[in-house]
């Protein structure tokens, strides 16, 4: 089913939830809970428990394509947190139950690495009894006891059981019914990915699914002899505010750990997250990141048999890092960026997230930041510029793109077209990716994007150019990925025809033409580019919904470890810096008590030493040729930077201040 469980109604997924079900029970609180799983599928007979489900640490799924195991959650790795575990299972046909009891035992420290796993047998078998006469059930359970659930302490939500179970279980083949008899109340577990394509159940809390302010659905991309993956992304919508506070939260955690929102799921399981860098900055989209709303989903089922291998560890710790993990990141990257919608939406998140600035304040900050890093030449002059030369002038707003009118479809279609006007080529250059638009009356059944022999449509385009992925046909709108083969010469012309065939009718088609131009010239890199935009965003702390600009997605309110952050994005350098941190206050209040005029100076001097250090963060970084391997420690290395700089900065304004220096003869002064 293409659609997932989202393609099905609230019944039939509470009627198929049955057969699988997760029952939380209290036992002795959050570090010893009971957690029961009942598969009524079709048990495991005495003869084969060891050689399948208690087979500990191996693999016993490698040849059997249709489980979902051998990259997924080892079913082994849930023992770690028990402290024992009773397993039964009675095979379908027969009368015969089969049952252990698994621990962990301790092995002596001087001559072992580590304890084991052992397990209940009777003369090297596990033990048996027979069903009650009549009795039809067949099946597995599987019961922990005193199952640590510490880091799950919350009733609904990211800190739940069953927010894990949504995040772990993306994309289920079918449904699970989860028992929570510790709050009491039952659900069904249906992946975050159906729930995001507006799969709703009892319990849920929104009646229609989530707010989106954009979906692209499933988009097909070619990785050669490596097969396909699948890439699609959801952007949701920015909480409302609530009683006259500012919105709040990163709507994102709600379906994906919101500091990796990028899931890579194999048969609907989840393999693997990572973080946002992708998205903040090799696509460019830090708002949309920083403010949670972006989720994308690279569904890994058509990669072939050798691809899985080489991406996926059978240690089921991590994906592998190599070629082909660089592969796909590329096209997701070229996906995202080539997206305009995108483009918008992360210009009006960044609107959203600013308050009104005095241009003439800007252009002051540019100029003395300038002077203190001691720029000269052409920089300078373009800080310097006046208003009327357009180069501080910030960009126009874009109003939000229309949303397209319906298409009303027909069966049989009666025309399909490449969006754009028929006069206009389209220019590609060698090895440049372009999207090309295509609207029809056709119903979706007119295209599958998973089998192209099964498809309606074609697209023709000569040995030029190249199909490296289409999307679905939904609503009658749908997309083609097309490339420039790398060898092809400038001034090369031809076509992009496409075509839709009608069974027992004649075939509709449409063509545009495209030549082959220069690539654009690589930036020199001993040409002095233009001084950035400076833009200074006071923050009044973990309340204000621009806080994660401060923390650099790291969820905590503790004002004493965060002091400032910093994008750049389109050439604007926006610099976020906390009104609450303990070093800026305890300055400023000295300040105002010593003489309050000098207050505003105060302010503006501690920007100015906090923009200087930005700018220079940023140059280290983007010419820096170490790749870091910890991302995390490179996060909590830069937040202490950021903490001693603000440190320094307060206490140097607040001297240059009593001193006489003030915000206006720093320029002369520098």
């Given at each position: 089913m293409k659609d997932g469980l989202s393609g099905v109604s609230a019944k039939e997924r509470q009627v198929l939830a049955l057969n699988t079900i997760v029952r939380l029970e209290p036992g002795e609180g959050w570090q010893s809970?009971?957690?029961?799983?009942?598969?009524?599928?079709?048990?495991?007979?005495?003869?084969?428990?060891?050689?399948?489900?208690?087979?500990?640490?191996?693999?016993?799924?490698?040849?059997?394509?249709?489980?979902?195991?051998?990259?997924?959650?080892?079913?082994?790795?849930?023992?770690?947190?028990?402290?024992?575990?009773?397993?039964?299972?009675?095979?379908?046909?027969?009368?015969?139950?089969?049952?252990?009891?698994?621990?962990?035992?301790e092995l002596p420290a001087d001559e072992y690495k580590t304890g084991r796993y052992?397990?209940?047998?009777?003369?090297?078998?596990?033990?048996?009894v027979n069903t009650k006469q009549g009795d039809p059930t067949h099946?597995?359970?599987?019961?922990?006891?005193?199952?640590?659930?510490?880091?799950?302490?919350?009733?609904?939500?990211?800190?739940?059981?069953?927010?894990?179970?949504?995040?772990?279980?993306?994309?289920?083949?079918?449904?699970?019914?989860?028992?929570?008899?510790?709050?009491?109340?039952n659900r069904t577990i249906k992946g975050s990915r159906n729930a995001l394509n507006g799969a709703v159940d009892q319990g849920d809390e929104s009646a229609r699914g989530p707010e989106l302010d954009y979906h692209l659905p499933m988009f097909n991309v070619s990785l050669g002899d490596h097969g396909a993956v699948g890439i699609e992304y959801w952007v949701l919508a920015r909480p409302e505010a609530k009683?006259?506070?500012?919105?709040?939260?990163?709507?994102?955690?709600?379906?994906?750990?919101?500091?990796?929102?990028?899931?890579?799921?194999?048969?609907?399981?989840?393999?693997?997250?990572?973080?946002?860098?992708?998205?903040?900055?090799?696509?460019?989209?830090?708002?949309?990141?920083?403010?949670?709303?972006?989720?994308?989903?690279i569904n890994c089922d058509r990669l072939t048999a050798a691809a899985k291998r080489l991406l996926f560890s059978s240690t089921r710790e991590k994906s592998r890092e190599g070629f082909l993990l660089n592969l796909i990141e590329d096209e997701l990257i070229s996906i995202l960026k080539s997206d305009d919608e995108l483009r918008r939406l992360n210009e009006e998140a960044r609107e959203q997230s600013l308050k009104e600035q005095d241009d003439a304040a800007e252009r002051q900050m540019q100029r003395q930041v300038a002077k203190l890093l001691r720029v000269v030449g052409p920089a300078l002059v373009d800080v310097g510029g006046s208003k009327t030369d357009g180069g501080n002038e910030p960009p126009k707003k874009r109003g939000p793109r229309a949303k397209p009118e319906p298409?009303?479809?027909?069966?049989?279609?009666?025309?399909?077209?490449?969006?754009?006007?028929?006069?206009?080529e389209i220019s590609f250059y060698g090895g440049q990716r372009r999207y090309i638009r295509i609207e029809t009356d056709a119903n979706s059944h007119y295209h599958d994007p998973d089998d192209q022999k099964k498809s309606h449509i074609n697209v023709?385009?000569?040995?030029?150019?190249?199909?490296?992925?289409?999307?679905?046909?939904?609503?009658?709108?749908?997309?083609?990925?097309?490339?420039?083969?790398?060898?092809?010469?400038?001034?090369?012309?031809?076509?992009?025809?496409?075509?839709?065939?009608?069974?027992?009718?004649?075939?509709?088609?449409?063509?545009?033409?495209?030549?082959?131009?220069?690539?654009?010239?690589p930036k020199d890199d001993n040409r002095k580019t233009a001084f950035p935009r400076i833009k200074m965003i006071p923050v009044d702390g973990p309340e204000d919904d621009r806080w994660a600009f401060v923390t650099d997605e790291i969820d905590d309110s503790d004002i004493r470890r965060?002091?400032?952050?910093?994008?750049?994005?389109?050439?604007?350098?926006?610099?976020?810096?906390?009104?609450?941190?303990?070093?800026?206050?305890?300055?400023?209040?000295?300040?105002?008590?010593?003489?309050?005029?000098?207050?505003?100076?105060?302010?503006?001097?501690?920007?100015?030493?906090?923009?200087?250090?930005?700018?220079?963060?940023?140059?280290?970084?983007?010419?820096?040729?170490?790749?870091?391997?910890?991302?995390?420690?490179?996060?909590?290395?830069?937040?202490?930077e950021r903490c001693r700089l603000a440190s320094i900065a307060a206490m140097v304004a607040a001297q240059e201040v009593k001193s006489g220096v003030n915000t206006e003869d720093a320029e002369d002064a520098a």
């Open positions: 809970r009971i957690l029961t799983v009942a598969d009524r599928g079709i048990g495991i007979e005495p003869a084969r428990m060891k050689d399948t489900i208690l087979s500990l640490n191996e693999s016993n799924k490698i040849q059997k394509h249709y489980l979902a195991g051998t990259y997924g959650q080892g079913g082994s790795s849930t023992l770690y947190f028990s402290k024992y575990v009773l397993i039964a299972s009675r095979a379908y046909g027969t009368d015969r139950i089969a049952f252990t009891l698994v621990r962990y035992e052992v397990y209940l047998v009777d003369g090297g078998d596990v033990l048996s099946g597995t359970l599987i019961r922990h006891f005193g199952y640590d659930l510490s880091n799950y302490t919350s009733s609904i939500g990211p800190k739940s059981l069953y927010g894990a179970l949504q995040r772990v279980m993306f994309d289920p083949v079918a449904p699970i019914r989860f028992e929570n008899q510790v709050a009491g109340w009683d006259g506070k500012k919105p709040g939260g990163k709507p994102s955690r709600n379906f994906v750990d919101d500091a990796k929102p990028i899931v890579f799921t194999h048969n609907g399981q989840n393999q693997e997250e990572l973080t946002g860098r992708i998205i903040k900055k090799e696509a460019d989209l830090p708002f949309l990141q920083t403010q949670g709303r972006l989720i994308v989903h298409i009303e479809l027909r069966d049989p279609p009666t025309y399909i077209k490449i969006v754009g006007d028929k006069e206009d023709a385009v000569g040995d030029d150019l190249k199909i490296f992925g289409t999307s679905p046909l939904r609503g009658g709108r749908m997309r083609i990925g097309v490339q420039c083969k790398v060898e092809v010469a400038t001034g090369t012309k031809g076509g992009i025809r496409v075509e839709l065939y009608r069974p027992g009718q004649s075939t509709l088609s449409d063509e545009r033409y495209y030549q082959v131009v220069d690539p654009p010239k965060h002091a400032s952050g910093a994008e750049m994005s389109d050439g604007v350098l926006y610099v976020y810096y906390s009104t609450v941190f303990p070093r800026f206050v305890a300055e400023r209040q000295r300040i105002e008590q010593h003489n309050p005029i000098l207050s505003p100076s105060f302010k503006k001097r501690y920007e100015l030493w906090l923009a200087v250090h930005a700018l220079l963060m940023h140059d280290d970084q983007e010419n820096s040729t170490d790749k870091i391997s910890d991302e995390e420690a490179a996060k909590e290395l830069s937040r202490q």
